[in-house]
Structures are given as C-alpha cells and as structure tokens.
C-alpha cells in the first residue's frame, strides 16, 4: 500500500504475448542506461556495466497490436497515452541483469509486463530490496508502481533490480509514463501550417568525457527534446539566455547531418565541436 505496488495477473492475453514478440524480433540491440532514463547520449561501455540485456525499443503504435496494447496500459494507469514512452521489450539471457536503479522522478508511473514463465527456481525476479520484495515472472502478468511520493518527488524506496535467471531467458516489456505529453510534442502540424517558426544554431565543444545533458526521444522527422540535465547543453542556456534548448524543442541537424534520425544521433555522439541546427 505504500508504496503501492499492484501486480495484475492475466493481463496480457497469449495471442498479445504472441504479437509483442513476434514485433521484437528482429529488433534486439544491447541494452543502454541513460540517466534518469530516456533515451540519453552515453557510452554503451559504460552501461554494460550496469545492465547486460537486450532491448527492443518499439515505436509509438508502431502496429495495431502495439497501439491496443498501449491504450490498455495507459488506462491501468490512469494516464494519456500521450505520456506513455515508446514500450521497450527487453530480453535477459541466463546470468544477464539490470543493476540497481530507480526509473526517474520524470517518470510518475511504471509498468512491466511479463512475457513468459520461469521454471520453479530459476529466479528472474523483479526486486525491490528496500521494500523486501521480489516478484516472479509469471506469463501475461503485469506490475505496476509509482516513481513518486505524495510530494511529486522521486521515492528511493521503488529502486530494483532484475536478479538474473539462472538458466533461462526472460521477456519483458518497460512501460513509461512521463511527466510531459511526449507524443503531442511529435505532432507536426504546427511545422507544416506555415506559422512562424525560429531556428538557431548550438555550437559546442564536446570532450570524450563531458556529457550532453540531453535526454531526447525520435520524432517524426526530428529529435525531439524531453530535458536538459546538467552538462554542456545547460552550461549553453545559462550562457546564451535568448537561444535556450528546451522541452519540445526539436533538433533538426547536427554538423550539417539531418534527416536520417540514426546519423544525426551518431554525429551528436561525435567529439569535437558540435553545431545543432534547433
């Protein structure tokens, strides 16, 4: 009760277990960690050392199956699915984990869906250490628990980790609530309705081991901004006041790639000095 933490059993039907794999496969990738979550610049070395999985980021109703299923989640919530992130499939092989984390204060609301059974013993499970509890995987189920407190600020007790199973492969899904509409920040009529619209140019210097601070998620043509952390993008708006990147902004280029939403994510990586179009 508090922290609330429902478990639902049942609530994915075997043919939408089905569905949701048969859409991840094809789609695993290692597993990146991005402060406070999201999407975030980072070294994929750095995350293997926090998580060993596969992930499966999904696009935004990128099928039927997947839109249903996001509109059921959201109502599990109580939230739009507006603020519902793209749903992440995530795959642990044996011995494969997800160190201890919490999924940010941004995030208001998580759910987890389980995908498949365990054998008896193989753990596997969802752990929540402060709290004393584990929860099994268990075909079809979903978990479901607030970020936050009462006071809207991230609660330490929900932090967990995923024990690894010790012989088996689990499947999963991450559902995300944000704080922001994300998905009204991808509608582009605004773009294409001929209303004024003002570009600037970023330039930083990007050393190996200075972050971006930039928490971003793919939109339609662009990268859109969720949140600027601490880091060079921060230091940019404290110093340049009338040229801000904020949320909702989108970045359109980075030196002089745009376009191809893969190329432009792998020149913002780049060392060296960094020219966003936004």
């Not at 959201?74 to 699915?81: F, I, K, N, T």
Request: negative net charge; contains cysteine.
């Amino acid at each position: 009760e508090d922290p609330r933490i429902t478990v639902i059993p049942d609530f994915l039907t075997d043919a939408e277990v089905d569905e949701i794999l048969a859409t991840c496969s094809g789609q695993w990738e290692a597993s990146l960690t991005a402060s406070g979550g999201y999407a975030e610049v980072s070294s994929a070395s750095t995350s293997r050392l926090f998580r060993t999985s596969s992930s499966a980021v999904l696009e935004w109703a990128e099928t039927p199956a997947v839109r249903r299923l996001e509109e059921r989640v959201a109502d599990l919530a109580g939230m739009g699915v507006d603020h519902l992130e793209g749903l992440v499939g995530v795959r642990y092989m044996p011995n494969q984990f997800f160190s201890l984390h919490h999924d940010g204060d941004h995030r208001p609301t998580t759910v987890f869906l389980y995908l498949n059974d365990l054998p008896w013993g193989d753990e596997g499970e969802t752990r929540f250490p402060i709290l004393g509890l584990k929860i099994a995987p268990r075909k079809g189920a979903a978990v479901m628990w607030s970020n936050v407190g009462p006071d809207g600020k991230g609660d330490p007790r929900v932090i967990h980790h995923a024990v690894p199973p010790k012989s088996s492969v689990k499947y999963g899904v991450n559902c995300f609530f944000h704080e922001l509409p994300l998905r009204r920040s991808c509608d582009y009529s605004d773009l294409d309705s001929g209303g004024d619209i003002e570009e600037w140019i970023v330039t930083l210097q990007k050393g190996a081991s200075q972050p971006l601070g930039l928490i971003t998620k793919d939109g339609c043509r662009t990268i859109v901004v969720v949140q600027v952390k601490e880091g060079l993008l921060a230091e940019w708006n404290r110093a340049n006041p009338s040229k801000k990147v904020l949320p909702y902004d989108r970045i359109v280029a980075a030196n002089d790639v745009r376009g191809d939403l893969d190329r432009v994510r792998e020149a913002v990586q780049c060392d060296g000095v960094l020219r966003l179009l936004v």
